[in-house]
């Protein structure tokens, strides 16, 4: 394992277009939810709970079965009950799956798979393991997210990343139960949820102006 590729897959640099989406932020901080670092905190903690795990489980099991690629695509669809979140996650896969082909020799897995998937292809690619995959995922759910609230909020960046500091106990944890159940049928994967972040994905879609694209 090399610690230098697992940082390069967690850099929020990749050029994987994660940049140009606020995980669901951007409709919360719009409805008045989040406002501060201290709400920001509640918000990453329960999207690291209910979407982080399921995007970490799913991305563990890819990196470790690659032969499970389009079961475990169908397996997101049907946890993801949001079209625009659906959208968001694929258009996201097809940036990642474009980076990861610059780097290193894939197997293919379609042209738009969730961005779960393809993270977990990148890493098998890469050739990390799944905890390790499961590692970036989680630490995605939070870190991109809480760059989005320095821009939409004019948060103190510094601030924030005490925040992600104080985070990343949880995200290691995170990581872990993902990384145990990365052998588990498709069926029996966490399924958490958050409906009041499908909600605002489908609001957030209708909007004419807006920062990001979900």
């Given amino acids: 394992m090399s610690l230098a590729t697992l940082l390069l897959l967690a850099d929020g640099r990749l050029p994987s277009g994660g940049h140009a989406h606020s995980a669901g932020l951007e409709a919360q901080v719009a409805a008045g939810r989040v406002r501060s670092v201290d709400d920001l905190g509640g918000f990453l903690r329960g999207k690291l709970a209910t979407s982080g795990l399921v995007a970490a489980a799913f991305t563990a099991a890819a990196c470790g079965s690659p032969a499970r690629f389009a079961e475990l695509d169908a397996g997101l669809d049907a946890r993801t009950p949001s079209p625009a979140l659906r959208k968001a996650s694929r258009a996201q896969g097809r940036a990642l799956l474009r980076a990861g082909r610059a780097m290193w020799p894939m197997a293919d897995i379609g042209r738009e798979p969730h961005q779960p998937v393809a993270l977990g292809a990148l ?31 004019g948060l103190d960046p510094y601030g924030v990343h005490a925040l992600l500091a104080r985070l990343a106990p949880a995200c290691d944890r995170v990581a872990a139960l993902a990384a145990a159940r990365s052998c588990d049928a498709v069926d029996d994967l966490p399924a958490a949820g958050a409906p009041l972040l499908d909600i605002g994905a489908e609001h957030h879609a209708t909007w004419e102006v807006r920062l990001f694209a979900s």
């Avoid at 990390?128 to 590692?135: D, E, F, N």
């Fill in 123 to 153: 890493a098998a690619a890469a050739g990390l393991t799944p905890g390790q995959a499961a590692t970036a995922a989680a630490h995605g759910t939070i870190t991109g997210p809480a760059s989005a609230a320095v821009r939409l909020l």
